[in-house]
């Protein structure tokens, strides 16, 4: 049938893959870790693809899986590799031991840092701390990509700080446009229906 077609069609927008793009998880395809899940790309670079999960929150603080730091915020699972690799995306430009991933969007982190965080020094710090993180082997994203498995788009510190976990992927889908506004009438576990 034409429309049921039509309705699963998967519309790749004009981004490229690159360091700093988000990856989108196309409704139709359950996975345990990627389900519904919007990636950062920290890294597209050869053979090393890397990238953080940003909405999928544990049920722990920081403090609590990470001992010696007193910050009574969320952790998030940036994804399976490495689960207890700590990383920390941020807003702070002026940290040394940070890279820049996207306007206003820095990945990494120092002792100073982490004692502004603690002491809450500067309040307009946004910040998201994250254990583990999400890699693909040469090729395996672009083969999942023309598997139409994701599609990609730009982040803003507005969707990755001021967004609530539970609303990210709505919110990055309505931000792809009208064409992908069916998505959000996919139930969530499509195989259990």
Not at 27 to 40: A, H, K, Q
Not at 92 to 115: M, N, T
Not at 141 to 167: C, S, Y
Request: hydrophobic share 45%; charged share 20%; glycine share 6%.
């Amino acid at each position: 049938m034409p429309f049921e077609k039509d309705l699963l069609a998967v519309i790749q927008t004009e981004f490229d893959l690159a360091s700093g793009r988000i990856l989108i998880s196309v409704p139709y395809y359950n996975d345990t870790f990627f389900n519904r899940s919007v990636v950062l790309l920290t890294d597209y670079e050869g053979e090393h693809v890397a990238g953080l999960i940003l909405n999928h929150k544990l049920p722990y603080t920081v403090k609590q899986m990470v001992d010696g730091l007193r910050v009574d915020a969320p952790m998030y699972l940036g994804g399976p590799v490495l689960p207890t690799a700590l990383f920390l995306l941020h807003t702070f430009e002026s940290c040394k031991e940070s890279a820049r991933i996207a306007p206003g969007i820095y990945v990494g982190y120092d002792q100073v840092l982490l004692a502004l965080i603690e002491h809450n020094a500067i309040p307009a710090l946004k910040y998201r701390f994250l254990m583990g993180y999400a890699g693909w082997s040469p090729g395996q994203l672009e083969q999942e990509l023309a598997r139409n498995m994701w599609v990609v788009g730009n982040p803003t510190p507005e969707l990755i700080f001021h967004t609530e976990p539970d609303k990210m992927w709505e919110k990055a889908v309505k931000v792809l446009g009208e064409e992908y506004n069916h998505w959000l009438n996919v139930p969530e576990y499509i195989n259990l229906n």
